[in-house]
């Protein structure tokens, strides 16, 4: 595609339930990053992917985050028994590879409100 | 582990004049360094792209440096304009991680 594409763009779940936030890649890129900014705050680094593999996953914030990415292109990100702390928005990107010399491309995010 | 600092948190400028926005990073051994900038409700565009080994890139109206040694950029932006208003970004990538500042919140007012 021609660009980065998410989805949902927003979400409202209730406390409890789980969710799961959709990443499209550009194609051709097989370098994936999450992230997850807060309201007011920086964005954090939750994971990367270098095709379907995931060298780190020390950003995941809890057991209830997991993530997984199939034939090199879309991820999902899933995060289990939501708590209103996990309100935020979920920002997924792109590049080439992890290579030095690409640009990084974002979308426009998954906004998520647990009520 | 790598922390990056920008100062100014925030900055209002009249129209016209230009402006440096500065990142700081604790590490120095990065790959490279990128300048985003974040509208309201909107994901990161891309600005600059800095490599390890270079010094500046420059993009328009847009010029940003890197001395790696100390651990340093800026971004200076020439003649701003009231959309050049948004939150912008510096993210440097070293290791498995890509580690963005808190950003500098940018108002040009006409």
């Known amino acids: 595609g021609a660009g980065v594409s998410q989805s949902p763009s927003n979400k409202v779940t209730e406390k409890g339930k789980d969710v799961e936030l959709r990443c499209d890649p550009i194609?051709?890129?097989?370098?994936l990053y999450w992230y997850r900014q807060r309201l007011g705050q920086g964005l954090e680094f939750l994971i990367y992917f270098q095709g379907n593999s995931a060298p780190d996953k020390s950003g995941l914030p809890s057991d209830r985050f997991s993530a997984e990415r199939t034939g090199e292109s879309v991820s999902t990100l899933t995060i289990q028994r939501t708590q209103q702390e996990d309100s935020a928005v979920y920002l997924c990107?792109?590049?080439?590879?992890?290579?030095?010399?690409?640009?990084?491309?974002f979308g426009e995010g998954s906004w998520l409100t647990v009520v | 582990k790598q922390e990056v600092t920008q100062i100014p948190a925030a900055l209002s400028v009249p129209e016209g004049e230009n402006l440096v926005l500065n990142c700081s990073f604790t590490?120095?051994?990065?790959?490279?360094l990128q300048w985003f900038r974040q509208d309201p409700g909107k994901g990161l565009t891309s600005l600059l792209l800095?490599?390890?080994?270079?010094r500046e890139q420059t993009s328009g109206r847009l010029n940003a440096s890197l001395d790696k040694s100390s651990g340093r950029s800026t971004l200076y932006i020439a003649a701003s304009q009231p959309g050049d208003s948004a939150t912008y970004l510096c993210?440097?990538?070293?290791?498995?991680?890509?580690?963005f500042g808190a950003g500098t919140i940018l108002r040009v007012k006409s």
């Open positions: 800095i490599q390890s080994s270079q």
């Open positions: 993210a440097v990538k070293g290791g498995n991680k890509l580690v």
């Open positions: 990107a792109s590049s080439l590879s992890w290579s030095s010399g690409n640009t990084i491309y």
């Open positions: 590490d120095s051994a990065i790959y490279n």
């Open positions: 194609s051709g890129h097989t370098a």
